[in-house]
């Protein structure tokens, strides 16, 4: 016998029951977008390779250790399943000159692949909706991207997402800072762990950000970033706590935020929930203003975030924000000779005229039929026998009311089916 195959470890199957409130979760979501002035881009799955290490960083979680790459010998390239989108989001806005006529916002959406060890939350395939404003320089945006989510959150019926905020400044208030913060975390090595060792040279700000807790105890004492801000680092972190508080939006400031992404300056933030144990942080994002020019573009400002679609879905799983399937408006039986063609007549009528339908398929005793139409949570079942089929005419037996079965002539069937339908739904 032949072994079923399974899926790959890590990515997995939405199946329909769930699949309906990805259907929801995502229509809510991008209606959201859109209203916030924010326009549809769709990019690749597959770049190669160097954008995502120079866009991430080589001494990053995800270049080091979790991209999907491979060399396509076919082109002799190498290709790189995308971890992110906001990488690929910067190269098309430059391959395309998008910002040629000013500043755009852009969201997209989609999968993206990591190779972590899968756990709850925590997948190889996952998908993400990612919000970008390419082009503004000042908080307002910033303030914009976070307040948006803001207002999402009871969209989706979704409590008790708290915001972190922080700011890390600008590249060369960070290169001031990390002396001072390598030679802390020096005279303390002894407490960190191998991870936090090795970054300690390729990237110290990353030490900060440890899950361990005797890390934590060293990062707690470390010299703050702020202290080492200038005027107007200081300046744009005051005018987007300002707009926030304007807005009535709350917020923690964390200094030990930093994101596991080096193309970050100034804001970084994230959403968080206590809800879903380990993997609670639902959104982050942040202000990249180098990465056009890193990239090879011409220098532009960038801001964004990124939503883990997982998290969310098992976040309104657990709030109970979970739509009801649509029901089928018919369902439609049928017995005897010639009245399959029937049916299918009146099913493809109805199905024009709008309505939700679902056909028999399948065959079975009348009884058996009517047990799948009741199942299959129909409001009306249609039957087609061979009474119906010689008087010209189909019957309709509401399902959900105790109301009786009627008979309705076939020529008007889409104007009286419409009209039991309202009655039943009332
Ligand atoms: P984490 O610290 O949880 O690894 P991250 O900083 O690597 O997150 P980002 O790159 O900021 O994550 O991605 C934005 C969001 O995408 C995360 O907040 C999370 O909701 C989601 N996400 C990231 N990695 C995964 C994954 N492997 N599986 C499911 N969701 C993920
Ligand atoms: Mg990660």
Known sequence: MNTALQAVRGMNDVLPEDAALWRAFGAV????????????????LVENTALFRRAIGESTDIVEKEMYSWRDELNSEELTLRPEGTASCVRAAIEHSLLHDGPKRLWYGGPMYRHERPQKGRYREFYQYGAEAFGFRGPEVDAELIVMCARLWPELGLK???????????????????????RHLQANEAQLDADAKRRLHS????????????????????????????????????????????????????????????????????????ALGAQGTVCGGGRYDGLFAQLGGKPAPGVGFAMGCERLVALMKVSGGVPAARRPDAYVVHQGEGTLEYAF????????????????????????????????GAWVALIVGEDELRAGEISAKPLRRSEDQRRIGRGRIVEEFAAILQRVKA
């Open 160 to 182: 008790g997402l708290r915001l972190e905020l922080n700011t890390i400044g600008s590249a060369e208030e960070r290169a001031r800072h990390r002396a001072d913060l390598v």
């Open 345 to 376: 007549a009146a099913a493809d009528a109805l199905r024009s005229a709008g309505h939700a339908v679902v056909l028999h398929a399948g065959g079975g005793s009348f009884k058996s039929q009517m047990k799948k139409a009741d199942a299959s």
């Open 203 to 274: 990237n110290p700000l990353r030490v900060l950000d440890s899950k361990n807790p005797m890390v934590q105890e060293v990062a707690a004492q470390a010299p703050p970033l702020t202290d080492y801000l200038g005027e107007a680092s200081l300046a744009h972190f005051a005018g987007l706590k300002k707009l926030l508080a304007s807005a009535g939006v709350e917020f923690a400031i964390n200094p030990r935020l930093v994101r596991g992404l080096d193309y970050y300056n100034l804001t970084v933030f994230e959403w968080i929930t206590d």
């Open 29 to 44: 979501v991008e209606a959201w977008l859109e209203r916030w002035g924010y326009r549809a881009i769709r990019m690749p």
